[in-house]
């Protein structure tokens, strides 16, 4: 399959040549092995036996290779990621190590954090810009920069971004005729249950319960439900409820293996904002795997069965797009809800330097005064707003007379 460059690229371009050992963290299939082999000149595969058992042995035959050295799914071994901390202490030179993960290591491991020492860089499925669906035409970092051109057109329409979100961002998934697809999205999820958590030391008793739960957190994407509200959405016909220590131990073991993927509570660095929550806003690492946990098609989103659920999924489609092109620009993204409600902004963007693009996102193609009033009343109380937008399904990027731009999601680019 044909190799399509990633947002994570031009990080590994930047850094390589800096730093010693790089981690490419991320769930499984989203890219990590492709992407650091066209960078490797020695791969170690830990999911191979035979190559785990020859390091089981001797470990340090990492050192003996010329770099870059790829070990690829390295917490199933986790004495390699303290050979390489190690030998960064001891002076290894600039690109010798790539590490690909798709897990912490097991909890009671006495493995070092590697703080310090290996750069982490998180490795997401692919952003809408990343699949070559249009050109972008919007810079995230001109955008948090002050200085984005907002222009461009695009033909995609809300049809398109539906599709785009049943189709997923994992490359090998979304590459399959429909059919597959959804076959390979469940086994995806069946995986998680029967053998992922399993091997991360989480056995799991009632494999029903467990989907139920990723059903109701399906349901609450983009949304700040409470765990509660989860927990009361997971329970069986019969009334039967997990316990809440349970339902916990779901949440842990399931980011740990980055599968969920929450947006935090904004909170900004240089303060001057009070009273702001500090509940995620729930998201799956793919909004695909929402769909289908959910039983809903790109037709159906339009549909009443499913049409409730086509505004989160298309927000969670938009959140990221903006979170792979956050990290490629080294900003955070949040959320922002004050602690009354009487204020709420999808995403908010802060770069290195303290300075904030608020964005919100709509399930339309025309804007409204009335669907930028959180945008301007951040921008009155906050001195950092560089920049305000909002993402739509429309076909052209354009300023309004207040100053806010509306950008067609498909045209925001890193």
Known sequence: MEYWRRSVDRELDELCPLAPAIALDGPKGVGKTATALRRARRVWSLDDPSERGVLEAD???????????????????????????RHVDAGAPPGRYLLTGSATPVAG????????????????PMAL???????????LAALLAGSALVEGTTELRLADYLTAVEESGFPAIRSAPPRLRRSLLDSYLQ????????????????????????????????TTASYSRLLDATTAGDGAQPAKTTTIAYRDHLTSLWLLDPVPGWSPRRGGLA?????????????????????LSAESLTAPRGAAMAGPLF???????????AQSAESRVGHLRTGNGDHEIDMVVEGPDGQVVAIEVKLSATVA???????????????????CVVLTTGATAYRRRDGVAVVPLALLGD
Request: proline share 7%; net charge positive; hydrophobic share 40%.
């Open 59 to 85: 470990p340090r035959l990492i050192t003996q290779s010329e770099g870059p050295v790829l070990v690829d799914e390295w917490q199933r071994l986790p004495p390699v990621w303290d050979v390489v901390r």
């Open 109 to 124: 491991t006495d493995t070092h954090s590697g703080a310090g020492r290996v750069l982490s860089l998180r490795m997401r």
């Open 129 to 139: 810009h990343e699949r070559r669906r249009a050109t972008p035409t919007v810079s």
């Open 191 to 222: 995986r998680v249950v029967d053998r992922d958590l399993p091997d991360h030391g989480f056995a799991v008793r009632r494999p029903e319960t467990l989907r139920r739960w990723l059903q109701a957190y399906a349901a609450a994407s983009s």
């Open 275 to 295: 009273r702001l929550q500090q509940a995620p806003k729930h998201q799956l690492a793919d909004p695909a795997l929402a769909a289908r946990l959910l039983g």
């Open 315 to 325: 927000e969670s489609l938009a959140t990221l797009s903006v979170r792979v092109a």
């Open 369 to 387: 005064d009335h669907d930028v009033r959180h945008l301007r009343w951040l921008r009155d109380q906050h001195p950092d707003v560089v920049d």
